[in-house]
C-alpha cells in the first residue's frame, strides 16, 4: 500500500471543512473554523474575528526547523498586521532562547499553566511578537500532567482565556510524540510539518499522521495536517531536489511551494535574540518566511471563501 493511501490526501490545505456551523461560545479552541485574512484584505466577518487559528508545528524529528518556522513564520505573520501568539512547549526552551531569553531564568512558564492552572497571560513575554515561555521544568511537565485528569486538554483549557485577542497561535513542540505535543494537537485546528530535505523520514511522517489520527478520533476530530514546509533544501544537490519530488509525490498540494533553503542566517538570528525578519529584513532567508506565510493565509482564505 501506498503511503499516499497512509496518509490520505482527505483534507488539503485548500480544501474546506464544509458545511462548518458558526461556531459555539463554548467550542473547543483550534477547532478549525476560523481564519486569520490579511491586514490588507477586506475586514473579516464579526464571527471571524473571535478566534485564534492555532497552529501546531511538529515533527517528532529534532533538527528539522519546527523552531525556526514557528519565530520566522509568526514574525512574518505579525509584519502582515495579524495579532501572534506563540507558544514554547519544548523543554529545550530553544524558541524562547531565540527571542533573547534565559530558559534557566525564567520563573514562570507554561509548565505552571498546563500543571498549576496559571493563566497563559501570566507567562506572555512580548519581544518580536507575544510568546508564551518555556522553562527547564517543563521536562517533568509529561510526567506531573500524566497524573492529571484531561490530561491531554490541559493546553486548549488555557487558551480560552486569550483565543480571541489573537489572529494566530502558533505551537512549537519537542521532538516526540508524547503528552505536550498530544496537548499541542488536542488545541490545534491544524498542524503544520516541516521535513528536512536531506534526511526526509517518511516513516516519521506515517507515524505522526497515525498519531493524528489517535487524537481526531478520541480528542479533536477537526485536527488535520494543513501543510508540509520543506526546510534545508539546497537546490544544487540532486538527493535534495529527491526528497522534493518524493514529497510531493506522496503528500501533493499539502506541500507548501515555499521552499526554506539552507542557510547559516537562520542559524546566526537566534544568537542575537532574534527572528530572521529583523536580523535581516531585506534578505533571502526573511523572505522565504514572508513567502510561506503568504501561502499559509491563502489556505485560509481558499477555506473560507470555498
Ligand atoms: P527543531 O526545532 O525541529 O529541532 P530548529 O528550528 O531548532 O529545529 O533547527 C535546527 C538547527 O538548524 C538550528 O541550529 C537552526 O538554526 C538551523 N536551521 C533551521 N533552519 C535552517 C535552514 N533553513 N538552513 C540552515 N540551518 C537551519
Ligand atoms: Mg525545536
Known amino acids: 500500500m501506498g503511503l499516499s493511501r ?26 478549525g473554523h476560523l481564519h486569520a485574512v490579511p491586514a490588507s484584505a477586506s475586514p473579516p466577518a464579526p464571527e471571524a474575528q473571535l478566534m485564534a487559528r492555532v497552529i501546531a508545528f511538529a515533527n517528532q524529528k529534532g533538527g528539522v526547523a519546527k523552531t525556526t518556522t514557528t519565530l520566522n513564520l509568526g514574525v512574518a505573520l505579525k509584519e502582515m498586521g495579524n495579532r501572534v501568539l506563540l507558544i514554547d512547549l519544548d523543554p529545550q526552551g530553544n524558541l524562547t ?6 530558559p534557566d531564568a525564567i520563573e514562570r512558564s507554561m509548565f505552571d499553566v ?65 503528552l505536550l505535543t498530544i496537548n499541542a494537537f488536542v488545541a490545534a485546528g491544524s498542524v503544520i510539518v516541516p521535513v528536512q530535505c536531506e534526511y526526509l523520514s517518511l516513516r516519521g511522517l506515517v507515524q505522526l499522521e497515525n498519531t493524528l489520527a489517535m487524537v481526531r478520533e478520541n480528542l479533536n476530530p477537526k485536527v488535520h495536517v494543513e501543510g508540509i514546509v520543506p526546510t534545508m533544501y539546497d537546490r544544487r544537490t540532486l538527493h535534495a531536489r529527491e526528497a522534493i519530488e518524493i514529497l510531493e509525490e506522496h503528500f501533493g498540494d499539502l ?17 542575537k535574540g532574534s527572528s530572521v525578519l529583523r536580523y535581516e529584513p531585506s534578505g533571502p532567508a526573511a523572505q522565504a518566511y514572508r513567502d510561506l506565510a503568504k501561502e499559509v493565509l491563502d489556505g485560509a482564505k481558499a477555506r473560507e471563501h470555498a
Open 114 to 178: 498546563l500543571v498549576h492552572r496559571v493563566p497563559i497571560s501570566d507567562i506572555i513575554h512580548t519581544v518580536e511578537v507575544d510568546i508564551a515561555v518555556a522553562s527547564i521544568d517543563l521536562a517533568g511537565a509529561e510526567l506531573a500532567l500524566s497524573a492529571l485528569i484531561g490530561r491531554e486538554r490541559a493546553l486548549e483549557k488555557a487558551l480560552v482565556e486569550v483565543r480571541d485577542r489573537y489572529d494566530f497561535v502558533l505551537i512549537d513542540t519537542p521532538p516526540s510524540l508524547g
Open 6 to 31: 497512509i496518509l490520505p490526501r482527505s483534507q488539503p490545505r485548500a480544501e474546506p471543512p464544509a458545511g462548518d456551523p458558526a461556531p459555539e461560545p463554548d467550542a473547543p479552541v483550534g477547532n
Open 97 to 102: 532562547m531565540s527571542q533573547g531569553m534565559n
Open 255 to 271: 506541500v507548501y511551494d515555499t521552499r526554506i533553503r539552507k542557510t547559516v542566517r537562520y542559524a546566526e538570528a537566534p544568537v
